[in-house]
């Protein structure tokens, strides 16, 4: 469980970004240039959330070491370390270690690809994943919904928001 509390970083909204990938993915600067970046912009709160898998291509702790250096060089930003992890299945599961999930300030919870594909099953999956303690922010809201051309009704979307608003994640 991350810990991390909408209310805690509620005036960091406006003006942070809570889903950035580095170079150690498919992002293309290091931790120190997108701080660097965000200073600039005058951001208060960046959250670096890698990709995860169960079995990661990566040095997780190099990772969060460069997490720790930028925390050091940057007292005016608010850095959090975190994973943007898929779910696996029907019950919220997420593609992700238990011990990185364990190390995290925050967690983003995806549906890259999914077996099922219709909207039924779609719906109880997203729903465990929101209801999942370990999800912070339902990361790519809609995306998979779209490229499988799911109609979701004004009713669904109002029953994930309530999903969202009763556990505390962020959209």
């Not at 594909?117 to 919904?145: C, E, Q, S």
Request: net charge negative.
């Amino acid at each position: 469980m991350t810990g991390f509390k909408y209310s805690e970083y509620k005036n960091c909204i406006r003006y942070g970004d809570f889903h950035v990938h580095t170079d150690y993915t498919d992002g293309k600067n290091t931790v120190i240039e997108y701080c660097q970046k965000a200073r600039q912009n005058n951001l208060k709160l960046i959250a670096f959330t890698e990709h995860v898998r169960k079995s990661i291509t990566y040095d997780y702790d190099d990772f969060l070491s460069d997490i720790s250096q930028a925390k050091s060089e940057f007292h005016d930003i608010k850095i959090l370390s975190g994973c943007e992890a898929k779910v696996l299945n029907i019950n919220g599961e997420l593609d992700a270690p238990e011990e990185i999930l364990d190390q995290c300030d925050i967690v983003v919870g995806v549906f890259h690809s999914f077996r099922y594909k219709d909207k039924k099953n779609y719906l109880t999956a997203l729903k465990a994943m929101l209801r999942n303690p370990v999800v912070d922010i339902w990361g790519h809201p809609m995306l998979f919904a779209e490229r499988h051309n799911m109609k979701l009704e004004e009713d669904d979307l109002n029953k994930i928001i309530n999903v969202c608003i009763e556990n505390d994640v962020l959209i």
